[in-house]
């Protein structure tokens, strides 16, 4: 079964704190992909990697950056945490029959 | 571009009731399709899948039939089961992307 984990389930940050969180899978793929998920809005894609090094803004880039040193992680940074950034992200890797696997999701609060 | 319109929610079935989620979907290409399925405090999980006009995807009693004629995927069970609740999402995967476009998702509640 292919695994994708997220290093925290729920995160409690300050305003203006740098924030990592990271993603790891097992099953050796190459593309990976950060969501958030809020209310009404469904998935938005924040950034994705088809490789090592390599990345591409998603549909909601500003505020985030990525970091993909090794091909089984994938992490995702906010800069400076705002409030507008309390949300569930999730993570994903996907196969090469184009089918995503997630993480089980990281809730961030920012106070 | 690509998007998908889900059915909005929450919808409230009581046991063994008939279950449709309607989802339509516009798209530049040949999409594949796709239902995923988010239980309470998890992340989301693929249902089923269908990859050319006319295929039927099907798992756990849930199925769907990729119509290119109406745009659409609609999600159906026949008797659904309390622990059907959860939250469902339709999405699609263009050819040409590398990324995977949701529906806002459906909110499911299925009581005793």
């Known amino acids: 079964d292919v695994k994708v984990t997220q290093s925290s389930r729920y995160l409690v940050k300050r305003t203006g704190e740098k924030v990592f969180l990271e993603c790891v899978q097992d099953?050796?793929?190459?593309?990976m992909f950060w969501y958030r998920q809020d209310p009404g809005l469904g998935l938005r894609l924040i950034y994705f990697?088809?490789?090592?090094?390599?990345?591409e803004k998603g549909d909601i880039p500003e505020g985030y950056s990525v970091s993909r040193e090794k091909k089984e992680r994938f992490s995702l940074i906010l800069e400076s945490a705002s409030t507008n950034q309390t949300s569930m992200y999730l993570c994903?890797?996907?196969?090469?029959?184009?089918?995503?696997?997630f993480g089980p999701g990281t809730r961030l609060t920012v106070t | 571009g690509n998007s998908v319109t889900q059915m909005e929610g929450p919808v409230t079935l009581s046991e063994e009731a008939f279950l449709t989620i309607n989802c339509t979907y516009t798209?530049?290409?040949?999409?594949?399709l796709f239902w995923y399925v988010q239980y309470p405090g998890e992340g989301l999980q693929l249902l089923l899948k269908a990859t050319k006009a006319d295929d039927k995807g099907s798992n756990k009693g849930f199925e769907a039939t990729y119509r290119k004629e109406t745009t659409s995927f609609h999600l159906e069970k026949g008797s659904v089961q309390v622990s059907d609740s959860a939250v469902y999402f339709c999405?699609?995967?263009?050819?040409?992307?590398?990324?995977?476009?949701f529906g806002t998702g459906t909110r499911l509640t299925v009581i005793p």
């Open positions: 990697s088809y490789d090592v090094k390599m990345k």
């Open positions: 994903a890797s996907r196969d090469r029959f184009l089918e995503q696997y």
């Open positions: 798209a530049t290409g040949y999409p594949s």
């Open positions: 099953m050796d793929h190459e593309n």
């Open positions: 999405a699609l995967s263009d050819d040409g992307a590398n990324n995977l476009f």
